[in-house]
């Protein structure tokens, strides 16, 4: 059974620092791996989609990257803003093309001015 | 592009009552769309899939009968939870599968806030 990990759960940063989400996943048989961002009481906002093929997906200030064969994945923010505060949730797809979304916890992240 | 709808974004209803909460799709077909539940510093835990025009699949340890699933247009989806409950109090978010979504991943909605009181 598939399984992902958000380490950490929590992480507070001052302004202009760069920071790494990490998320861990326990099959590496998965179709895409996503990065969402949710504000308190918001739904999801999509904000990379790496397929199973790629390495990395780059977005403005943000970059994930994908290692399969190691069941892992970063999120880097260059620069942060505390309009980046919010919570990042990392979910997998397996199953090929019609599979289910897999989520973990997420990371809340909290960038001081 | 991909812009799904959920209605209502908050909803307090008493207990034994009935609650429907609505997923759009507005600007795409959604021939799938998924059902989550969220609990305060969990993972969101998939409730169920609504394909258009056929019966919903729930996952292990979800009551069918508590939370009705319908499906009958591509482009609506709704979850109703039925006798509600205060354990039924959650955040509830849907998301629609759209063709190509294995390019563009997955759409969600706004969610959707349940208090029963």
């Known amino acids: 059974k598939q399984e992902v990990t958000q380490i950490p759960a929590a992480l507070s940063v001052p302004e202009g620092e760069n920071l790494v989400l990490n998320c861990s996943f326990t099959?590496?048989?998965?179709?895409?791996l996503q990065w969402f961002r949710q504000d308190p009481g918001k739904g999801l906002t999509s904000l990379l989609l790496?397929?199973?093929?790629?390495r990395e997906q780059t977005s403005g200030r943000l970059n994930a990257s994908l290692d399969k064969s190691s069941g892992r994945s970063t999120l880097y923010i260059a620069a942060s803003q505390p309009g980046d505060s919010a919570t990042y949730l990392c979910?997998?797809?397996?199953?090929?093309?019609?599979?289910?979304?897999?989520f973990g916890k997420g990371t809340k992240l909290s960038v001081k001015p | 592009g991909a812009v799904v709808s959920q209605h209502p974004s908050r909803v307090i209803c008493k207990s034994g009552t009935s609650v429907k909460i609505e997923c759009r799709s507005l600007?795409?077909?959604?021939?799938?769309m998924f059902w989550y539940r969220q609990f305060p510093k969990k993972s969101l835990m998939l409730m169920a899939t609504?394909?258009?025009?056929?019966?919903?699949?729930?996952e292990q340890g979800v009551e069918k009968d508590k939370f009705l699933i319908n499906h009958a247009s591509l482009t609506l989806s709704t979850l109703t939870v039925t006798s509600a409950h205060p354990e039924d109090s959650s955040f509830y978010i849907c998301?629609?599968?759209?063709?190509?979504?294995?390019?563009?991943?997955?759409?969600f909605g706004s969610g959707t806030r349940l208090t029963v009181v």
């Open positions: 609504s394909n258009e025009g056929s019966k919903a699949t729930y």
């Open positions: 998301s629609a599968r759209r063709q190509g979504a294995e390019l563009y991943g997955y759409t």
């Open positions: 600007d795409f077909q959604a021939t799938t």
């Open positions: 979910a997998v797809k397996g199953g090929g093309s019609q599979g289910n979304l897999i």
């Open positions: 099959d590496s048989a998965i179709y895409n």
């Open positions: 790496i397929q199973s093929s790629q």
